[in-house]
């Protein structure tokens, strides 16, 4: 491993344990094993450092989401099963918690800035997403920007919400649940 990945590395480390506020270049250098010096070779600021840190996360997190996707499969199980593994990176993620976490805490603005930041990649994903099925006919017209919004709020409502007061929904039920709403909404079917 280069010293550029070295650095990368540990700074994703140190935000992921101390968050954004939390830390120091001088954390990075001693945990990268080179003098901070060698940082700014690289990198100008800690911020732009993180966000290196967070852009790449956010290209790994678009991965999974696309990975998701399998074209015989209907447009609501791959938009389920993207968003299952667009939620289950950040849940997984320890720089994601972090930044949560200082958010809650601190009010941070570079940590809510970049969770803002995976918010916005996500909802444009979700649009895209939309905007291909609409123009396949898969699914009504409708505006992508706002579904995409409703769609993944009602997600993390369903996922993480829920769990607050409730027993976690399993990963079927959550699927069943945003077909309900999303597919067949609450007016009653023929023959119910």
Known sequence: MDKRQRIVAAAERSFGLFGY???TMD???????????????????KEEL??????????VMKERAEKAIHSQDSFFDNLHRALFEVLEFR???????KLSQ???????????????WFEAEILLFIERYLQSA?????????DPRKTAFVMLHLYIALVFDWE???????????AEL???????????????
């Not at 954390?27 to 600021?45: P, R």
């Open 21 to 23: 506020k939390g830390t």
């Open 27 to 45: 954390q990075v250098a001693k945990l990268a094993g080179v003098a901070k010096g060698t940082i700014y070779t690289f990198f100008k600021t």
């Open 50 to 59: 993180f966000n290196e840190i967070i852009e790449n996360l956010i290209n």
């Open 91 to 97: 849940k997984e993620h320890h720089l994601t918690l």
């Open 102 to 116: 200082e958010v809650r805490e601190i009010g941070t603005e570079k940590a809510k800035g970049a969770l803002d």
């Open 134 to 142: 609409i123009a396949k006919g898969k699914i009504v017209p409708c």
């Open 164 to 174: 607050e007061n409730e027993e976690p929904l399993s990963s079927q039920e959550v």
């Open 178 to 192: 945003l077909e309900r709403y999303l597919v067949f909404g609450l007016k009653p079917r023929v023959g119910e």
